[in-house]
């Protein structure tokens, strides 16, 4: 049986194959789409996204919980993605890249 992966992971998994860390600006909203269509994050069927804002809120909880710096930092993209008004709510809510690297 094949393993199951979160959808963080398969993320982490698309930001170093695609190399978003280098190449970010390079892609298209459009593309990212198709990128997530490709790593099965989204499902995409006659046409439409299947439960594409059910996964942006699964993704949404997620992010919350990442404390690993270099997680935190691969998540940018991701976190840009899913729009201004999610990252303007981290904010608010004082989640910060740095914040583990400050409590230290």
Request: charged share 30%; glycine share 2%.
């Amino acid at each position: 049986m094949e393993e199951q992966l979160s959808l963080l992971d398969k993320y982490f998994q698309l930001y170093d194959d695609k190399k978003y860390q280098e190449k970010i600006y390079e892609f298209s909203y459009a593309l990212i789409i198709d990128h997530f269509v490709e790593y099965k994050i989204y499902d995409y069927d006659n046409g439409n996204l299947l439960d594409q804002n059910i996964i942006n809120e699964k993704f949404k909880r997620n992010i919350i919980e990442v404390k690993d710096l270099k997680s935190k930092v691969k998540l940018i993209p991701l976190i840009l993605f899913l729009g201004e008004e999610y990252w303007k709510y981290l904010m608010e809510i004082n989640y910060c890249l740095l914040k583990s690297t400050l409590s230290k």
